[in-house]
């Protein structure tokens, strides 16, 4: 390897190892050097780097544990007639598991997943490939319904102008998103709404340049421009916020239990009718966050939550990275229950859930890409003794 290029993946393993996203350029990178790279090679390597966690030298440093680690896992893939590999990190009770050094150096967001071990005396490199049958992950799809109740598949349409309503433009951008161009209007606007499926998410900017992220089976009801005292909006399911400020015109979301009124601030509202609890998380700015009976003021850092008994709870310090997470990629649990995990998988793939037995109480910890094939985030499960099987779209969840 040249000096160059080894200085190059040195970095690059140093900011993977902080949790810095990598570039496209610098994943592919590290993927060409994981296909050519011996263990001893990248143990080496490791030892140069200075940058990086504990946890990822402690496996080197225990040969003897690594190695019975490293077998026992090649002896139950092998029994199972697949090849182990691992995406992401997936923790269970704050335990990571089956993670060894490597194993534990993947390219979350990289297109094939490399690991190297030793078996009978010989090196072996696998590349895991997705199957036809493996269910690929969400993308950015969403269906526009006008006024008059004609609809727009969007991520299929293509870009430019493409609905004029009154004095509203509806415009496709080059990089996918919907756009809406207003001129002001003393009448009452059309209302449009913008839905997305199972497998679907969707980045729009409101006439007011609000900017809104929709999470897959969600749907957000709007005007086509905004005009009267107040910018309201109805949400069923996820959605990110960017409010555009005005102070003369509050913005107000509106779901079926809940609302959250600001004036221009970032938050993401999660308001799944399947979940036990409605969340507002805010990131920046205020806003108020209430129900018919009772209202919550949060300030950036805190979680406003709404049960569905009517009780409401004030997170004072909320894991606001965790809220935004799908937004930026990832799935991220804290604490979860397996069936609230399993639904969020189940949204982002478009699976139908069957549990054959009922539904294991275990909590789990841990961080996923969205941008890998169902496969890979079954083999996390497995890691965490989750044991599916997948028959066509339905993901049959077994004790």
């Not at 592919?28 to 780097?49: E, G, H, I, N, R």
Request: proline share 4%.
């Amino acid at each position: 390897m040249k000096r160059m290029n080894q200085a190059a993946i040195i970095s690059i393993i140093e900011k993977y190892a902080q949790g810095i996203l990598l570039s496209q350029e610098e994943e592919v990178l590290l993927t060409s050097w994981m296909q050519q790279v011996k263990p001893s090679a990248f143990q080496a390597l490791l030892d140069q780097c200075e940058n990086i966690p504990d946890t990822f030298r402690a496996y080197p440093q225990m040969p003897d544990t690594f190695k019975a680690t490293l077998e026992a896992r090649i002896d139950q893939q092998e029994q199972q007639e697949k090849v182990d590999s691992h995406t992401g990190i997936f923790y269970l009770y704050g335990k990571k598991i089956a993670v060894a050094a490597t194993i534990a150096l993947m390219v979350i967001a990289g297109s094939f997943v490399y690991k190297h071990y030793r078996a009978g005396g010989k090196e072996v490199v696998a590349q895991q490939q997705p199957q036809n049958t493996d269910p690929a992950p969400g993308g950015n799809r969403a269906v526009l319904t006008l006024a008059d109740g004609s609809t727009i598949v969007l991520d299929s349409a293509k870009n430019g102008v493409l609905s004029q309503q009154g004095n509203t433009q509806v415009i496709k951008l080059s990089n996918g998103q919907l756009a809406y161009n207003a001129s002001k209007s003393n009448g009452e606007a059309p209302f449009n709404t913008i839905t997305t499926p199972n497998g679907g998410q969707y980045h729009i900017e409101l006439p007011d340049g609000t900017g809104v992220w929709l999470n897959a089976a969600s749907s957000l009801r709007f005007p086509a421009s905004f005009s009267g005292a107040t910018r309201t909006v109805e949400l069923i399911g996820e959605g990110y916020f960017e409010v555009a400020k005005n102070a003369a015109m509050p913005f107000i979301v509106q779901s079926k239990e809940a609302t959250v009124e600001v004036l221009g601030t970032h938050f993401n509202m999660n308001a799944y009718e399947e979940e036990g609890v409605i969340k507002t998380t805010l990131l920046e700015g205020a806003v108020k966050f209430h129900d018919k009976t009772a209202v919550l003021r949060l300030i950036p850092g805190q979680q406003g939550q709404l049960f569905r008994n009517g009780t409401m709870q004030l997170i004072k310090d909320a894991d606001v990275d965790q809220a935004v997470a799908w937004k930026n990629g990832y799935f991220q649990f804290d604490g979860i229950d397996l069936a609230a995990l399993i639904r969020q998988i189940a949204r982002w793939y478009n699976l139908e859930v069957v549990y054959e037995d009922k539904v294991p109480e275990r909590e789990f910890t841990g961080k996923i890409s969205r941008t890998v094939y169902l496969s890979e985030v079954i083999k996390a499960l497995e890691l965490s003794d989750v044991h599916c099987r997948l028959n066509g779209n339905r993901l049959i969840v077994m004790p």
